[in-house]
């Protein structure tokens, strides 16, 4: 019992020792950082010296006027390499996909919509077109083939095998054979 609590005041001990020591790492790395930032701000943001003439204000616009305009010239260069960039990437996923053979189809959706109300939305509610596609269908006659006109003319079979019997009946079955 005895043992488990030293252990357990030493884990303590180097809990402590340990959150000490990355308090001062902390500390340190944000003193890092206001440096550098001071550093930074004073290479590219030289303080500035108000002058009391008319024309050193003038010449002071101008200088901060070719600044700025550098500034945006980069600002543009790089959106027209991002844009590029972009387009380069979206033309080589395109050859990509091409030479792989897989194209993404999506998927098909069912659409509720009948003829006539998909055209008065394409065409709007000044045009009158009707697209009644049942009254444009041409009526089909069912024609009689010689199979089914034989069938229905055979009638009762024992009637068509009298008639075949003797010589009669096999004179007429050659016939029509031939």
Not at 139 to 166: A, F, H, P
Request: hydrophobic share 35%; glycine share 4%.
């Amino acid at each position: 019992m005895k043992r488990n609590r030293a252990i357990t005041a030493r884990r303590q001990h180097l809990k402590s020792v340990m959150l000490q020591i990355a308090a001062t790492e902390l500390e340190k790395e944000e003193s890092r950082r206001e440096a550098e930032k001071e550093n930074y701000l004073a290479e590219h943001c030289p303080p500035l010296h108000i002058p009391g003439s008319m024309a050193e204000v003038q010449e002071l616009c101008k200088q901060l006027h070719a600044k700025i305009d550098v500034a945006e010239e980069e600002r543009y260069d790089m959106e027209v390499k991002v844009q590029k960039s972009g387009k380069e990437l979206e033309d080589m996923n395109q050859k990509l996909f091409d030479l792989r053979g897989k194209f993404k189809r999506p998927p098909l959706r069912r659409v509720r919509m009948s003829a006539d109300a998909m055209l008065k939305a394409l065409l709007g509610s000044k045009h009158k077109v009707c697209m009644d596609l049942r009254a444009n269908l041409k009526q089909v006659k069912k024609e009689d083939t010689e199979k089914e006109r034989d069938l229905r003319d055979v009638g009762d079979w024992r009637k068509n095998i009298e008639e075949k019997s003797g010589m009669e009946g096999r004179k007429k079955m050659f016939e029509s054979e031939s």
